[in-house]
């Protein structure tokens, strides 16, 4: 199976557990994964990560509201198991594959090239302990901002877009390329969101991941290979 260039990273493990997210940190809900009859299993939930990415999730959060107090953050997705990824991979693969009209049964370039833009944005269910997808060690989150009524911030694309709109400095260029003036205020208000999220979670020690503006980590192996880190802190949970 696949294997992302931080697989490489070896998992010093720690036994911080996962624990469910506390309420000062807002939920994203209904949650899509959920509603779609994703396989969590007796008692899981989206809603949890390691007692230290919770802990420093609410370090950021404090640190967006010295900056605007009236926005926090909005939390889309934290634990997932294998199942769960296995599950929204097949997902992902078949709603591009309707938006482009490709037959997910017929072999070809078409479908090749499907699974690989899937690929690029969802990691592949990897069984291997060494090898873990980000979500399913409780260290990594998709998130974005809200207003204190729970309203979410204008991001310039959905979390789990596949595509270039998803990378974090995307409307800097288009910004930069436009000719209008009402688009490029809006895609300079965009890329100043996003900068705001990645600046926030970067003072409290967390990693984006390079193609998500989304997607923020803390001790996995993604997080190690950004920051330069000899080992990751946390392996897969659950199966």
């Given at each position: 199976?696949?294997?992302?260039?931080?697989?490489?990273?070896?998992?010093?493990?720690?036994?911080?557990?996962?624990?469910?997210?506390?309420?000062?940190?807002?939920?994203?809900?209904?949650?899509?994964?959920?509603?779609?009859g994703a396989p969590y299993g007796e008692g899981g939930s989206p809603f949890q990560l390691r007692q230290g990415v919770v802990e420093r999730l609410l370090a950021a959060q404090r640190a967006l509201q010295s900056q605007q107090p009236e926005w926090r953050l909005a939390?889309?997705?934290?634990?997932?198991?294998?199942?769960?990824?296995?599950f929204m991979v097949r997902h992902a693969t078949a709603e591009l594959c309707r938006d482009r009209g490709v037959d997910p049964l017929a072999a070809g370039p078409a479908l090749a090239e499907v699974s690989r833009e899937v690929g690029r944005f969802w990691a592949p269910p990897n069984p291997d302990p060494g090898a873990p997808p980000p979500h399913s060690t409780g260290a990594a989150v998709d998130l974005t901002l809200a207003d204190r009524h729970g309203a979410p911030?204008?991001?310039?694309?959905?979390?789990?877009?596949?595509?270039?709109?998803?990378?974090?400095?995307?409307?800097l260029g288009v910004a930069a390329a436009s000719r209008d003036?009402?688009?490029?205020?809006?895609?300079?208000?965009?890329?100043g969101h996003r900068r705001l999220?990645?600046?926030v979670m970067a003072a409290a020690g967390f990693a984006q991941h390079p193609g998500e503006w989304w997607h923020f980590s803390w001790g996995d192996q993604l997080w190690a290979w950004r920051c330069g880190q000899p080992a990751a802190i946390y392996g897969r949970v659950g199966v």
């Amino acid at each position: 199976m696949e294997r992302r260039p931080w697989n490489a990273i070896p998992i010093d493990p720690s036994p911080d557990a996962l624990v469910p997210l506390p309420a000062a940190l807002w939920r994203l809900e209904p949650h899509p994964y959920v509603a779609l009859g994703a396989p969590y299993g007796e008692g899981g939930s989206p809603f949890q990560l390691r007692q230290g990415v919770v802990e420093r999730l609410l370090a950021a959060q404090r640190a967006l509201q010295s900056q605007q107090p009236e926005w926090r953050l909005a939390i889309f997705d934290g634990w997932r198991p294998l199942a769960v990824q296995a599950f929204m991979v097949r997902h992902a693969t078949a709603e591009l594959c309707r938006d482009r009209g490709v037959d997910p049964l017929a072999a070809g370039p078409a479908l090749a090239e499907v699974s690989r833009e899937v690929g690029r944005f969802w990691a592949p269910p990897n069984p291997d302990p060494g090898a873990p997808p980000p979500h399913s060690t409780g260290a990594a989150v998709d998130l974005t901002l809200a207003d204190r009524h729970g309203a979410p911030i204008d991001m310039g694309s959905p979390i789990d877009a596949i595509g270039a709109v998803s990378a974090p400095d995307h409307f800097l260029g288009v910004a930069a390329a436009s000719r209008d003036a009402g688009e490029r205020e809006r895609a300079l208000a965009v890329h100043g969101h996003r900068r705001l999220l990645q600046k926030v979670m970067a003072a409290a020690g967390f990693a984006q991941h390079p193609g998500e503006w989304w997607h923020f980590s803390w001790g996995d192996q993604l997080w190690a290979w950004r920051c330069g880190q000899p080992a990751a802190i946390y392996g897969r949970v659950g199966v």
